[in-house]
């Protein structure tokens, strides 16, 4: 089966524009992430949907990060306005279940702010 | 807030040897999960273990489980130079929805 697809693989910015992340997620998984990784760390979960309604967005810096996942299959990310220490790579996954199951990661969006 | 723990945070070895990583969580866990990430890649599950289990093989992994002191391990038997990557420990919390929340990861390089 096809994995996570997410898009653009790397970005770089300035600080203060903006930028937006897609993710695809594996056909059939009803709960998908976005996890933020920063260099030599473990991923932070951001937000986390169960179809189409968010189960978890209590560490998503919601001053500037916003997500959403229309009609319960796609979801984007959008980070408005970026700052320096949102560079990180930012990984989507997906799951069959919100509980007990591998969840599956996509290769990541690379996000540079210079 | 960090759930897992690794240590140690890098560990080097030789090919053929055995590498072991050991994850310590905090709260009572549904289950575990140990993932492995290569260098810019995204994260590969490798084995999950559940609260009422102590032990799981996979091929050359082995993990165990030991609730009572809240820690597990990961041990890689026989390490190949493709085992190169980092390593992640994964907790599902109980009563948290199925949240994963990764700990900080071991690097582990095998020398050829």
């Known amino acids: 089966e096809a994995g996570v697809a997410q898009s653009p693989r790397y970005k770089i910015i300035e600080k203060r524009q903006s930028v937006a992340f897609w993710c695809n997620p594996i056909s059939g998984h009803a709960t998908l992430y976005w996890y933020q990784q920063i260099l030599g760390q473990g991923p932070k979960l951001l937000i986390q949907?169960?179809?189409?309604?968010?189960?978890?967005d209590s560490q998503l810096p919601k001053d500037r990060f916003s997500a959403e996942r229309l009609k319960g299959v796609d979801s984007t990310l959008k980070i408005q306005p970026a700052k320096l220490e949102d560079s990180a790579v930012y990984l989507c996954a997906s799951s069959r279940t919100d509980s007990g199951n591998t969840i599956y990661f996509g290769e990541g969006s690379w996000l540079t702010v210079v | 807030s960090q759930q897992g723990e690794e240590d140690p945070q890098a560990l080097s070895i030789q090919e053929g040897e055995n590498a072991t990583m050991n994850c310590s969580y905090k709260t009572s866990i549904n289950n575990l999960q140990w993932y492995r990430q290569n260098s810019g890649r995204g994260l590969v599950h490798l084995i999950l273990?559940?609260?009422?289990?102590r032990e799981k093989h996979s091929g050359r992994l082995r993990v165990t489980l030991d609730t009572s002191k809240k820690s597990s391990s990961l041990l890689i038997t026989a390490s190949r130079a493709a085992d190169t990557a980092s390593y992640f420990c994964?907790?599902?919390?109980?009563?948290?929805?199925?949240?994963?929340?990764f700990g900080q990861g071991t690097e582990l390089s095998v020398k050829p």
């Open positions: 949907f169960q179809n189409n309604g968010v189960v978890d």
């Open positions: 994964a907790t599902d919390a109980y009563n948290q929805g199925g949240k994963l929340i």
């Open positions: 273990i559940r609260s009422n289990e």
